[in-house]
């Protein structure tokens, strides 16, 4: 019977046994089917409605940045020299970075928590997430098999800190029963006990560290439009942790409390919450690297006046501090207009002045 139902199997499709002529040349023109090609409009204009349904993913943002910068050098050079250009795009990048690292933490936890299935625009950063993590779980696998393989079989070459043995061979041979156990203890496990406490306590302080010592102690040395960002991300980054642990109970009064109970309904609609959520926020990481790499800045109530408290109002006069500061000429700190404090809209990139509204007003009385 299997031998039956074997011969009734052809073993190639038809289209194998008998190819179509696509060529007399070219035997393998039919595996391949002809792609239509496409003029430069359509793609662009097929990734614009790409980029409008489903969004962009972080490492086309990335690449754009890089692209902006490169028009900027390309734009100062002729304006200014290179060296000069270079600067001014090297501060602007050094603001970006530090809007990208907060991109790609953000993305990452609502990438966990799995805050993005309701946003269609965030589809395409999801997915890419997915497969960034699938790989680095693969990657890592790989390297501890490995490391556990020479491990096991005494392959292993070299151990860390083996440069201290001359000074173990410093002590007498009558302490070896002693000081052996104590340098192999150095030599195999040290590393990763050392390591452990750094990921455990002291990597959530490295940042900390960095602004004091490069934004605080050398503020000399750092120009003040990269202060200026890094300043108003470690003011931001405490309420931005806040909403994400927030978040994170969300989700789990979602999973313990609405869904166990039958109330769908108010648990999907919080999940549609937490989907804006995210997409508020990896908004406006991108909002503020875009805005860091052209060297501008932008207004936060509250946030910008407590960053500027910190590190002065900007220098007008110098071409590396960058674009327009309006609302530093607006109000006096310490003596703050409410009104004043809580307006969002500074004109186009903080252009516009109280002086220049006052101007405006006084040419329409004048007509």
């Not at 173990?168 to 590393?191: A, G």
């Not at 990597?203 to 102690?217: A, D, K």
């Not at 108003?232 to 109970?249: D, E, K, N």
């Not at 690297?289 to 109530?301: E, G, W």
């Amino acid at each position: 019977m299997t031998h039956f139902f074997m011969d009734n199997i052809p073993l190639y499709p038809s289209y194998e046994i008998n190819p179509p002529s696509y060529g007399v040349n070219d035997p393998f023109n039919y595996i391949i089917p002809d792609v239509p090609t496409l003029s430069y409009r359509e793609i662009i204009l097929n990734k614009i409605n790409q980029i409008t349904t489903v969004g962009f993913t972080i490492d086309e943002f990335q690449k754009t940045m890089v692209i902006f910068c490169l028009i900027r050098f390309i734009i100062y050079s002729i304006k200014y020299n290179p060296i000069t250009s270079f600067k001014i795009c090297a501060v602007g990048s050094a603001s970006c970075l530090i809007w990208a690292m907060a991109l790609n933490g953000c993305v990452r936890f609502h990438f966990t928590q799995h805050n993005m299935d309701d946003i269609k625009l965030l589809s395409r950063i999801a997915t890419e997430e997915e497969e960034y993590l699938r790989f680095r779980k693969m990657v890592g696998r790989i390297n501890y098999m490995d490391t556990y393989w020479k491990k096991a079989t005494g392959q292993m070459s070299s151990y860390h800190f083996e440069w201290i043995r001359p000074i173990f061979d410093i002590i007498p041979k009558r302490y070896s029963n002693l000081t052996e156990p104590i340098y192999e203890y150095i030599r195999t496990d040290l590393f990763y006990v050392l390591k452990s406490i750094y990921k455990t306590h002291i990597r959530t302080l490295v940042p900390m560290m960095i602004y004091g010592l490069t934004v605080r102690v050398g503020k000399r040395y750092m120009p003040y439009h990269t202060r200026w960002h890094a300043t108003l991300y470690f003011i931001w980054h405490p309420l931005h942790s806040y909403t994400l642990q927030c978040a994170s109970r969300f989700r789990a009064y979602i999973a313990d409390e609405l869904v166990p109970n039958r109330r769908y309904i108010d648990a999907e609609n919080l999940r549609i919450y937490l989907g804006a959520l995210a997409f508020a926020q990896i908004s406006f990481c991108m909002y503020a690297m875009l805005h860091a790499i052209f060297s501008q800045y932008f207004y936060i109530p509250f946030l910008v006046q407590n960053a500027e408290l910190h590190i002065g109002p900007r220098p007008a006069n110098s071409i590396y501090s960058g674009g327009y500061t309006a609302w530093q000429d607006s109000f006096v700190f310490y003596d703050l207009n409410l009104k004043e404090t809580l307006r969002l809209w500074w004109g186009f990139l903080g252009r516009g002045t109280k002086r220049d509204r006052d101007r405006r007003k006084n040419r329409k009385k004048r007509k």
